[in-house]
């Protein structure tokens, strides 16, 4: 087994000079403000990792015996194991990959679901968990109650526990809202919940890589999260942990060949083969491998996040007429709004007069802007990340307040 190579697709930091993207359809100077849809740029030893393993490997993992294909496997194998330990999954087994956060948390509520069954979330969730269980509301007669949230986007604990029942099957809570960036009481609510049979799923999609996530100090049974946004991987990846006492009874919702045991029409028992179905996106995970190796300690990347937020929170709400919803937590995500200047407009100024980059409209969360009062059109949203310097955080604050000056003659 060729190790030394595998560890060189995810350790190599060496890039090819020809192949890249240098914007030569606009040379201007990006700002880049939406990394809460995804992070941007790519760090070359990922970029490079992907290029080398397609080059010099290419073939698909857990397909054959071969010494390629027995390198594939590696890798994935590798990749799991990162994320298990930073995760503190009892094993690597209870990490399953998957195409997105979205088709990832499909599988988790799809697991363990059944007909007739009680589940309650927040209204801060992302479509990724809403859309799954408003259909099955409709085909398996579920029962969904949606637990309000405040003014800037957060849960109150004791409010979403009362919802639960004593046969609520599941709870659902995102660990931080990805409109206004409000960490979410996860902790306190899965340790009032270890006393139930009811399972918690979080969404971790705007926290793994930019905090420390940990399933045994969140309580939770389920987790996902995509591995292109805070911890620097390709689009493409993602993965679900599941709890290993939901092993022998999670039920797989999508079926195909997973290069074993082929000779049966079942899907295999064991995890997390079940649920790992058709070809994994392995140049992908290579990538996500090598951006996992470049992560630093997650309590000093937490510091930095804390930092840019608070800079980025303070400095836009020290701007007048403009609405800032934002948590006073560690990331830095925040939703604007102007009176008479719908946040797709904003939003198009801002790219058009400043090369800054946001995202505008109601983000892929369809019941918190009722809450915080930006039904009608949604927001405006600025995302940095930790390595956000902080003369781009002032450049994006002094151009938010001169379109603000500019629409409302202040």
Known sequence: MREKKVDHWVNDSEFDDE??????????QRFYFDHAATSWPKSEKVLHAMIEFMRDCGVAAGRGGYRSAVEADQVIALTRKVIASLIDAASASCISFHANGTTALNVGIHGVIRNGDHVVVSAAEHN???????????????????????AEGEVD???????????????????????????????EVGRHLRETSTLLLCDAAQTFGAIPVSVKDLGVDLLAAPGHKCSGGPLG??????????????????????????????????????????????????????ALSELPDLKSREIQNQSVA??????????????????????????????????S??????????????????????????????????????????????????????????????????
């Open 237 to 290: 990846t993602a993965f679900l942990y599941v709890d290993p006492n939901l092993h022998d009874e999670f039920q797989p919702s999508v079926f195909g060949g997973t290069g074993s045991q082929s000779e049966s029409l079942k899907m295999p028992e064991e995890m997390p083969s079940k649920l790992e179905p058709g070809n994994l996106n392995v140049p992908a995970i290579v990538g996500w491998s090598a």
């Open 128 to 150: 990724s968990v809403l859309r799954p269980l408003d259909d099955l509301v409709s085909k398996r007669n579920l029962r969904l109650t949606v637990v309000p949230v405040g």
């Open 345 to 410: 407009d904003f939003a198009a100024i801002l790219d058009s007069e400043f090369g800054i980059e946001v995202r505008a409209g109601l983000h892929c969360a369809a019941l918190i802007h009722s809450c915080i009062g930006t039904q009608e059109v949604g927001t405006l949203r600025i995302s940095a990340s930790s390595m956000t310097s902080e003369s781009d955080l002032q450049y994006v604050i002094d151009s938010v307040k001169q379109v603000t000056q500019e629409v409302t003659g202040s």
């Open 157 to 187: 604990a004791d409010r979403f526990l009362a919802a639960v029942e004593p046969d609520t099957r599941m709870a659902v809570l995102t660990h931080a809202s990805n409109v206004t960036g409000s960490l979410q009481p996860v902790a």
């Open 19 to 28: 192949i890249g993207c240098d914007n030569k359809m606009n040379p201007r």
């Open 310 to 343: 608070a800079m980025l929170r303070e400095g836009l709400r020290s701007i007048d007429n403009l609405k800032v919803y934002a948590g006073e937590g560690p990331l830095p995500v925040v939703s604007l709004a102007i009176d008479d200047l719908p946040p």
